[in-house]
T-cell receptor, first 116, second 113 residues
């Protein structure tokens, strides 16, 4: 089945630094990937839609200059949290759609970001 | 307003017992409904996906039902195991593109020995 690899699984960084999270579709091509944020005991909140070869589409309230998304190939999307602050600490999850499976979404395993 | 509501919010059961989780939605136009299992600190894993014409689908000990008329779905877990302890998320997809998933808040299930 479709597999989405997300890396790193955990990262701790200092305030003011930037962190990059990678999301790869391992056995399929994904023209569209999605980035979510999840706070403790809450469900996933869509942050942005990542489109291969074009600019990402951000949800209302998500700062595009703070959460940089790059989807340079059909198998890789990256999310960079710039100038991280403690309030950016959260669980970030990506997902991708394998169009050959119809309307099938596959999620990555998530990245726990802690900003100290 | 497109919404997905799940109940109960949390549930504790003993190992070996059955349980049923509920999902009500007001998403329109409806495309499909999915149930995901999310272990703590992990990404969601798909259990079932049902379209408008399907009213039941099984995946091992998990059986999902869908009543598109009343806009209700349930996830039944049979003979629960300790490894079933997780959050179960109901997700409804709207027609009209990939970025149309509406997430429920999830039900946190704890299976105790």
């Amino acid at each position: 089945g479709a597999v989405v690899s997300q890396h790193p699984s955990r990262v701790i960084c200092k305030s003011g630094t930037s962190v990059k999270i990678e999301c790869r579709s391992l056995d399929f091509q994904a023209t569209t990937m999605f980035w979510y944020r999840q706070f403790p005991k809450q469900s996933l909140m869509l942050m942005a839609t990542s489109n291969e070869g074009s600019k990402a589409t951000y949800e209302q309230g998500v700062e595009k200059d703070k959460f940089l998304i790059n989807h340079a190939s059909l198998t890789l999307s990256t999310l960079t949290v710039t100038s991280a602050h403690p309030e950016d600490s959260s669980f970030y999850i990506c997902s991708a759609v394998d169009s050959s499976l119809g309307d099938g979404y596959t999620f990555g395993s998530g990245t726990r970001l802690t900003v100290v | 307003k497109n919404q997905v509501e799940q109940s109960p919010q949390s549930l504790i059961i003993l190992e070996g017992k059955n349980c049923t989780l509920q999902c009500n939605y007001t998403v329109s136009p409806f495309s499909n409904l999915r149930w995901y299992k999310q272990d703590t600190g992990r990404g969601p894993v798909s259990l079932t996906i049902m379209t408008f014409s399907e009213n039941t689908k099984s995946n091992g000990r998990y059986t999902a039902t869908l009543d598109a008329d009343t806009k209700q779905s349930s996830l039944h877990i049979t003979a629960s195991q300790l490894s079933d302890s997780a959050s179960y998320i109901c997700v409804v997809s709207r027609q009209g593109g990939y970025n149309k998933l509406i997430f429920g808040a999830g039900t946190r299930l704890a299976v105790h020995p």
